[in-house]
């Protein structure tokens, strides 16, 4: 069955990074477009990121650009997201999900990101 | 900026049906923005319930439908009931790099 395990949460301070990690199994990653998706405490869900199977094209929202940075290692079945400059906006759980339809269909547990100072 | 818009919230009957809509605000929803719908449930990751407006994903009961209703993509709950309950998000994919969850509808079963 399919899985994606999130890693790499914490709480940092305002300024600094964080790198995320998101383990896939159950399905050929290699030929998948991932993607990010976060949702603030008590807040709706936010798109994030995505990145094409052979992450030739990545695309992020307006806010993270420039301090984003979305990877993949095909040959580790393995999503990232590296934040830096962190702000406390992007304090969320981030999701990491599998992109299917121009949607998603599979989704993991959440790593919570706290920004706070 | 556009903004994709849902109802902040909405209430069922046991065994009703309810139509939640996800719209632009300038615009309208056609199948080109390829809309999908999630359930999530307090503390839980979302479940994709719909994409491409009108497929549902793998597990998901035929009591769920989505649909371009007028000027907006539209999710139809059949039968509703009590684990039903959740908050139902949508998502537009407005161009190829750029995709917009609607704030999200809270859906009460009462």
């Known amino acids: 069955q399919v899985q994606l395990v999130e890693s790499g949460g914490g709480v940092v301070q305002p300024g600094e990074s964080l790198r995320l990690s998101c383990a896939a199994s159950g399905f050929t990653f290699s030929t998948s477009g991932m993607q990010w998706v976060r949702q603030a405490p008590g807040k709706g869900l936010e798109w994030v990121a995505f990145?094409?199977?052979?992450?030739?094209?990545?695309y992020y929202r307006d806010s993270v650009r420039g301090r984003f940075t979305v990877s993949r290692d095909n040959s580790k079945n393995t999503l990232y997201l590296q934040m830096n400059n962190l702000r406390a906006e992007d304090t969320a759980v981030y999701y990491c999900?599998?992109?299917?339809?121009?949607?998603?269909?599979?989704w993991g547990q959440g790593s919570l990101v706290t920004v706070s100072s | 900026q556009t903004v994709v818009t849902q109802e902040p919230s909405f209430s069922v009957s046991p065994g009703g049906t309810v139509t939640l809509t996800c719209g632009l605000s300038?615009?309208?929803?056609?199948?080109?923005?390829?809309p999908s719908w999630y359930q999530q449930t307090p503390g839980q990751a979302p479940r994709t319930l719909i994409y491409r407006t009108n497929s549902r994903s793998s597990g998901v009961p035929d009591r769920f439908s989505g649909s371009i209703l007028g000027n907006k993509a539209a999710l139809t709950i059949t039968g509703a009931q009590a684990d039903d309950e959740s908050h139902y998000y949508c998502l537009l994919c407005l161009s190829t790099d750029i995709r917009v969850f609607g704030g999200g509808t809270k859906l009460t079963v009462l």
């Open positions: 300038s615009g309208s929803v056609s199948t080109s923005y390829y």
């Open positions: 990145i094409r199977n052979d992450g030739k094209s990545i």
């Open positions: 999900a599998k992109d299917f339809n121009w949607g998603f269909d599979y």
